[in-house]
């Protein structure tokens, strides 16, 4: 067992580094400044919204999309063939609000994906030196656009992480730890410049391996859009916010990351169902199929988060304050997290649970790919 909580310590202590660079270094969209803009001269803004069978969410979306202080925006939503309210929604929005232009998506054909292709067609209708691109389960606050543009005049591109609305049991069990292993595993810092202590004839190359970004929120300049290819480069792409990212490192681009406390929300999932689900189609793919580190960080995730708790249970006395040093880091850091985006800290008590059913859901995702099991989303086979 010691061991295992020496491994465990080694995890923890890259944690407990990366965590601290981060919660200096991972800045708030809340914190960039709203100066004067005249209406007159302001770089028009194009809002995208993708909506398939969104008619639970798209309302109050679109609404907050339209109530944005910046003087210069249009809002377009596209409704992806939707079979659910979502077009009626959109059409009775449209009929009453001149800034809302509603597009009617095309059939997707077979070579794209929904969402790359959904967004692909808002961009060849968007009017606007900025591209914003956010899905219909987001609501902004009155100046997050304002605050976005002001942020794009440093970057190319820019992505936010919205903070996440979770309010049944499930959801707060589950969402939470997507923002801890964000927090604890890749520095925002080389998000956005590459790490120094790569070899100047590396780091070009090396870059995008530390790409990350979240397509609740992605925004560009037209110019680096189109440099990149827009949607079109990553037609194919499960995670294409993650692939635009790298597309933008890739040219030479800069991508600046974001959390949305107090600019941007979200509510992922509303079920267990829909939780499982969505993470499901893209949890693999996310460590790019690669099934050795997709095996190795499930290890390294049940030696950290439940044998410390095995051990404060069984273990020696000894073991026992090893254990329990694990345990007060990593909930403290998971409190601090709690603290940030208003989550119920009594849930990170439960951290071994959430970690065995991530377990669960890696089991199901190596038998969908190995199998060929297809995962549906939104009524389409992804």
């Known amino acids: 067992m010691e061991i295992l909580l020496y491994i465990g310590a080694s995890y923890i202590l890259f944690t ?24 007159k001269t302001a770089p028009l803004v194009s809002i995208c919204i ?50 809302v232009h509603t597009i009617s998506g095309k059939p997707k054909p077979d070579s794209w994906l929904g969402k790359p292709w959904a967004c692909h067609q808002l961009s060849q209708r968007a009017k606007g030196e900025y591209l914003i691109f956010i899905d219909a389960d987001v609501w902004l606050e009155d100046n997050a656009i304002h605050k976005a543009v002001n942020a794009l ?8 992480w919205p903070k996440q609305q979770v309010l049944t049991f499930w959801e707060k069990l589950i969402i939470p730890m997507i ?37 609740q929120f992605i925004a560009f300049n037209r110019a680096a859009y189109d440099k ?46 829909e939780i499982f689900e969505g ?23 049940f030696i950290v988060f439940v044998i410390p708790f095995v051990i404060l249970a069984f273990g020696s006395p000894q073991q026992k304050v090893f254990a329990g040093v694990l345990i007060g880091i990593f909930l403290i850091q998971r409190w601090l997290l709690d603290l940030k985006f208003k989550w119920n800290p009594l849930m990170s008590m439960l951290q071994p649970f959430t970690i065995l059913w991530y377990e669960v859901l890696g089991i199901r995702c190596i038998w969908d790919h190995y199998t060929g099991k297809k995962t549906s989303w939104k009524g389409r086979d992804v």
């Not at 339209?66 to 063939?81: A, C, G, R, S």
């Not at 005049?153 to 936010?160: E, L, Q």
């Open 16 to 39: 407990l580094i990366v965590f601290t660079r981060n919660w200096f270094e991972f800045r708030s969209l809340s914190q960039q400044q709203v100066p004067a803009a005249d209406p």
């Open 179 to 215: 923002y801890y292993g964000l927090y604890t595993l890749l520095p925002a810092k080389y998000v956005e410049q590459n790490p120094r202590w790569l070899p100047n004839n590396l780091r070009q190359k090396m870059g995008p391996a530390f790409a990350a970004a979240c397509g």
């Open 228 to 273: 990149i290819g827009g949607h079109t480069s990553v037609r194919e792409e499960i995670v294409e916010d993650v692939e635009l990212a790298k597309q933008v490192k890739r040219s030479g681009l800069t991508i600046a990351m974001f959390d949305g406390v107090g600019t941007v929300n979200c509510r992922m999932y509303q079920s267990h169902t």
């Open 279 to 301: 993470l499901r189609k893209n949890f693999f793919v996310g460590f790019g199929r690669n099934l050795p580190l997709f095996l190795f960080m499930a290890a390294m995730q």
């Open 50 to 99: 993708p909506a398939r069978n969104e008619e639970t969410v798209i309302e109050r979306c679109v609404t907050s999309a339209l109530k944005q202080t910046y003087p210069n925006f249009e809002v377009l939503v596209l409704d992806d063939n939707s079979t659910d309210r979502t077009a009626s929604i959109l059409e009775e929005l449209s009929s009453i609000v001149k800034n």
């Open 153 to 160: 005049k440093n970057s190319d591109a820019i992505t936010v």
